[in-house]
């Protein structure tokens, strides 16, 4: 009778999808091998609710080849762009992991595992109003804070996951960020690839020794500098990282998206700078504006052109 009576008035909602049964356990094998591996950034997975929304854009990354999609889950992108929406993240400052938000990064990482794409699930290392960043780690034991979501995705029993306890950690000390590396080690030992990526403005030498000598990540990730010579500067800031990253997988995991300081990429210039990539042999994210919000609108449907186009080629390369 009440699911009748909230029907007839325009309250009946659907239930949140169940999160899905974890896979069975297959022999771990180097997810980042093989060769340089190319996704996008797939943000806003908290809010991609729409029915079917999340899984017909992975499934379209999927077939035009491309192998990751990264997220993040404890960032408000609605207060941040003042907008009216469901303000809840996997992740608040405080360290508390909202159960529904959860169920989704769950769903994700599963769609994910079904299509043979890499989940990079990234944590924003300065999300709002944050007062004290040992509670945003939070505690293995209790399940808490990003250790808790962390000891989660473990128990779920994925092989398909990279992780960014704290990107562009600028907000947040290198303890911590050390802390964090150390973490991830002893709650699933050599099972995950994770790297903690400096901001745009770091070189190649001082990611590497950040990432390497201070805090022990087995992966080095790379924010390069957003410049309209992106496509060609990829060589030699390539290069470069390559040589002081002691054999460690090398990732480009933010580079330039369309606007930024008034620049915006052609298909030919993101299809050069892949094809760079693939040569270097780094795994490389195309940037774009299309992932940030997906509360109404499905990811494919926001790209520009020229970005639908780049995507459709270089997983072909």
Request: aromatic share 10%.
């Amino acid at each position: 009778m009440c699911k009748l009576l909230r029907k007839l008035f325009g309250k009946d909602k659907p239930d949140p999808p169940a999160p899905p049964t974890p896979p069975t356990p297959e022999p771990e094998t180097d997810i980042l091998a093989g060769g340089a591996k190319f996704g996008v950034s797939f943000f806003d997975i908290e809010h991609a609710a729409i029915p079917n929304q999340m899984q017909n854009d992975l499934w379209w990354l999927a077939d035009c080849g491309l192998t990751i999609a990264r997220c993040f889950i404890n960032f408000d992108w609605f207060h941040f762009r003042d907008i009216d929406n469901d303000h809840k993240v996997t992740l608040d400052s405080q360290g508390n992991i909202d159960t529904q938000k959860l169920d989704l990064l769950h769903i994700f990482i599963d769609k994910c595992a079904q299509k043979g794409l890499i989940a990079d699930v990234s944590f924003i290392s300065h999300p709002l109003h944050i007062t004290d960043e040992w509670v945003l780690r939070g505690d293995y034991d209790s399940g808490t804070g990003i250790l808790g979501i962390i000891k989660a995705i473990n128990e779920w029993g994925y092989t398909n996951v990279i992780f960014d306890p704290a990107n562009e950690h600028h907000e947040i000390s290198q303890a911590m960020c050390t802390q964090l590396a150390t973490d991830i080690k002893n709650i699933a030992g050599d099972k995950y690839y994770y790297g903690i990526s400096v901001a745009n403005n770091a070189s190649p030498e001082q990611a590497c020794d950040q990432q390497i000598r201070i805090e022990s990540c087995n992966m080095v990730r790379y924010h390069n500098p957003r410049v309209a010579s992106f496509y060609t500067d990829v060589v030699d800031l390539g290069n470069r990282l390559l040589s002081c990253a002691g054999g460690r997988p090398c990732y480009f995991d933010e580079p330039i998206k369309a606007g930024w300081g008034n620049i915006y990429p052609t298909a030919d210039q993101w299809v050069t700078y892949f094809t760079h990539l693939k040569n270097l042999g780094i795994h490389g994210i195309l940037h774009t504006e299309a992932g940030f919000v997906m509360h109404k609108q499905s990811f494919r449907s926001q790209l520009r052109p020229e970005e639908k186009q780049a995507i459709e080629k270089i997983g072909k390369l």
